[in-house]
T-cell receptor, first 113, second 113 residues
């Protein structure tokens, strides 16, 4: 089944403790992206990647890192999480070609206390 | 900055009534346009999209949307609401090459019996 898989689905952590949210897709998509969803703000892009070893900042990159060492994986790293990073995170992927739209993962609900 | 505006963060309709969710984009160049739906505790699912061609687009679950260039709008409609339509709906656009999907703030649809 074609899908984007995120792990974990839920995570509660403490301020400053490094964490990684994994994202993997099995569709051979070149493009991958991370979004955070906050009430009233919709989804805002954190980082994106056009292909292996090619990443760039989205609208809200502060406090986050990403890497794209393999085509299928695009982990999101929070080196020192803070409470304002409490949010719902989505990974998405697509082929390069704007008309196709994205496939989204099921989301990771992160709480930083 | 280019943006997407969804009028009304909450919309309430009675079961069987018309659903109208509004979306306006800000660009003189027609973008690619999408509507996504998010059911509680789930990821985003593509409802429909406009890329080129016919301006009235039909999607899943009886929804449709019409691209109106003169009004820079892409409103989502459904003739008769069903209880199962209760969800959050996001309008999104891709403005130019690069695949970046920009989201509106979302509209939560409530359906009353």
């Amino acid at each position: 089944e074609a899908q984007v898989t995120q792990n974990p689905r839920y995570l509660i952590t403490v301020t400053g403790k490094k964490l990684t949210v994994t994202c993997s897709q099995n569709m051979n998509h070149e493009y991958m992206s991370w979004y955070r969803q906050d009430p009233g703000l919709g989804l805002r892009q954190i980082y994106y990647s056009m292909n292996v070893e090619v990443t760039d900042k989205g609208d809200v990159p502060e406090g986050y890192k990403v890497s794209r060492k393999e085509k299928r994986n695009f982990p999101l790293i929070l080196e020192s999480p803070s409470p304002n990073q409490t949010s719902l995170y989505f990974c998405a992927s697509s082929f390069l070609g704007e008309e196709l739209g994205y496939t989204f993962g099921s989301g990771t609900r992160l709480t930083v206390v | 900055a280019q943006s997407v505006t969804q009028l009304g963060s909450h919309v309430s309709v009675s079961e069987g009534a018309l659903v109208l969710l509004r979306c306006n984009y800000s660009s003189s160049v027609p973008p690619y346009l999408f509507w996504y739906v998010q059911y509680p505790n789930q990821g985003l699912q593509l409802l429909l999209k406009y890329t080129t061609g016919a301006t009235l687009v039909k999607g899943i679950n009886g929804f449709e949307a019409e691209f109106k260039k003169s009004e820079t709008s892409f409103h989502l409609t459904k003739p008769s609401a069903h209880m199962s339509d209760a969800a959050e709906y996001f309008c999104a656009v891709i403005y130019n090459a690069g695949n970046m999907l920009t989201f509106g703030g979302g509209t939560r649809l409530m359906v009353k019996p």
